[in-house]
């Protein structure tokens, strides 16, 4: 069945599969059909309806079972790497050794780095070492020589490599790495141009052992560049210079960090009070002109108020055809999408389209709806990019139509009024100027309207835990928990398009997050982006309550609160 094992045994592996097979043979040949990466098992293929090969079967009872059913080396090989990936547990000292000779034997055979450090063996002995389990190995004459093997090692990044992954180095390695970092950061000495201070900046090495001195004369090169430059390439260096500040945070030891607070402190400061407004001096707008009949207008805003679905619909692609529809063009204008570019932004400057997946539930719920769309219509893309590049897209259309609908929206004090009757909560008289105050005291509305929703759903709208004690559940997390009950059971948002609408533009900072950056002071303050906010509000409001009204004149059996 399985001759001989590789450093790299779980690496997606497809072992031709015999006639007459027992369901043990079956189920030990998948666990070579995965991959180990951030010490978690990777299956050949995910999606909501489960994974290739089905990880989920793979629970300790079964584990055990096996080991018994085979009672072979290799096997336990197999089975105690997944039992430790999968629940931390330690695998044998066999087994540990197992993965020493076979890294150690690859190594020795000249392959290449990259192969080394992307095996599975590699990977699970840096998360056994991190976890302090090879001491059981410390006086296993092979182990010995695998260390003395891998510490021969004389160029920096392997090194580094191996010692942030939790392998031991020697002495002698130390020293290299020591000398690498520092004629490193004193590369600044060199930096004669804003281009070569971008470079510098970008190196994410230079951070981990820059002294403070040279970190001030990295300041010193800062200044003088930026002050006599004002074209566009300012805005991506105080980014770098930020990112290279937060990430010296991090990564060095040496370092005053309270200069380090300081400098970005100052920086921030500086860019809010001058540099901002120079640099927006060097943008060119790129306008558009179409004339709307003022009955077409009234009609949409009619229309809207009836119905705000349909006014969310226009806002948030969220059916196959029109997730797929903005898919379609972009992969019909790539070069847009993979570009890196900057955000202006009073605050500070960001990157352009940035999404960021850790914590948002919802986003990765796009992320794998998209994945599976392009298996099945991916043949309509003229170009095939990255899933996170459609991500992207997305976002960025929710953004572009929800502006231009609240452009075109002409009954702001109707929608105000009819939010009015439908809260308890007593709301200022309408103004046509809008204040802050106007859109901050919405807020709350909001929450309630969104509590009282999802209680319909049976979703509990307070926090489940005894430390805090009855104290409501965030809005943001209370949409995130039904917009994921309903992707779970449709596989898809296109019936509700209106809590995305809320989700994205109200709470979601990978878009618009409209009632954090407002409640913090971040933006929405003033001019057309205090207006965006402010209507965008009164939408969400009217939406939750046009829901919460639909479900109870439809469904009769709701449980009554």
């Known amino acids: 069945m399985i001759q001989e094992l590789s450093y790299n045994a779980f690496s997606y592996q497809h072992i031709n599969e015999k006639d007459c097979q027992t369901w043990q043979e079956v189920f030990l040949l998948d666990m070579l059909r995965v991959s180990f990466e951030k010490k978690s098992i990777q299956p050949m293929f995910s999606g909501a309806s489960g994974s290739v090969p089905d990880i989920s079967m793979w629970n300790k009872e079964i584990l055990n079972v096996l080991k018994k059913y085979f009672n072979h080396v290799i096997a336990n090989f197999i089975l105690d790497s997944i039992a430790y990936m999968a629940f931390s547990i330690e695998p044998a000292k066999e087994v540990k050794m197992l993965h020493c000779n076979l890294l150690m034997k690859a190594i020795e055979s000249g392959e290449g780095s990259y192969k080394i450090f992307s095996s599975s063996s590699y990977r699970i002995l840096s998360y056994l070492h991190q976890d302090k389990l090879m001491r059981d190995c410390n006086k296993e004459k092979d182990y010995i020589k695998f260390l003395r093997i891998i510490q021969e090692w004389k160029e920096p990044s392997q090194i580094m490599n191996i010692k942030e992954d939790g392998y031991p180095i020697s002495k002698e390695q130390r020293t290299i790495v020591t000398e690498f970092l520092t004629n490193k950061f004193k590369e600044i000495d060199n930096v004669y141009t804003i ?33 006599e430059n004002t074209s566009v390439i300012v805005s991506s260096v105080y980014y770098a ?175 105000y009024n009819a ?60 949409l995130r928990e039904l917009l994921i009950m309903i992707f779970d059971e449709q596989h898809s948002f296109e019936n509700v398009p209106d809590l995305i609408f809320i989700y994205n533009i109200m709470y979601n900072g990978n878009s618009c997050n409209v009632r954090n950056e407002c409640i913090h002071g971040r933006d929405y303050l003033s001019g057309g982006r205090l207006r965006f906010a402010f209507r965008a509000t009164l939408f969400a409001i009217h939406m939750v309550e046009f829901r919460i009204n639909t479900i109870k004149e439809n469904i009769s059996d709701i449980m009554e609160i």
């Not at 970008?202 to 930026?226: G, P």
């Not at 990564?251 to 309270?258: G, P, S, T, W």
């Not at 170009?383 to 259309?397: D, T």
Request: aromatic share 10%; glycine share 2%.
């Open 419 to 478: 939010v009015r009757a439908e809260t308890k909560i007593k709301l200022l008289p309408y103004f046509n100027t809008i204040s802050v105050a106007m859109v901050t005291q919405l807020f709350p509305v909001l929450e309630v309207k969104i509590r009282e929703l999802v209680t319909l759903f049976g979703i509990f709208p307070f926090k489940k835990n005894i430390d805090e004690f009855m104290q409501y559940n965030d809005p943001s997390s209370l």
């Open 195 to 227: 281009n070569d201070l971008l470079g510098y900046l970008e190196d994410e090495i230079k951070t981990k052992q820059i002294s403070t001195e040279y970190l001030q004369r990295v300041s010193e090169k800062f200044k003088k560049y930026t002050e």
């Open 241 to 415: 210079y930020m990112i290279f500040l937060i990430k010296i945070t991090k990564n060095n030891q040496n370092v005053d960090k309270r200069y380090v607070q300081k400098e970005m402190i100052h920086i921030q400061k500086i860019w809010q009070e001058t540099i901002y407004e120079k640099q927006c001096k060097n943008m060119h707008v790129f306008s558009y002109e179409k004339e709307v009949k003022t009955e077409e207008l009234v009609k949409f805003s009619d229309l809207s108020l009836l119905n705000p679905i349909i006014f969310a619909k226009s806002c948030t692609p969220s059916s196959e055809k029109a997730v797929l529809n903005v898919m379609i063009h972009t992969s019909e204008h790539p070069l847009s999408h993979l570009f890196r570019g900057m955000t202006l932004s009073p605050i500070f400057p960001t990157e352009k389209d940035k999404i960021v997946y850790e914590r948002h539930d919802i986003d990765k719920m796009l992320l794998e709806y998209i994945n599976e769309l392009k298996c099945k219509k991916g043949y309509k893309l003229l170009n095939q990019l990255e899933s996170e590049v459609f991500v992207s897209s997305l976002h960025e259309r929710y953004k572009m139509n929800t502006e231009s609908a609240l452009s075109m929206f002409i009954k702001e004090e109707d929608l």
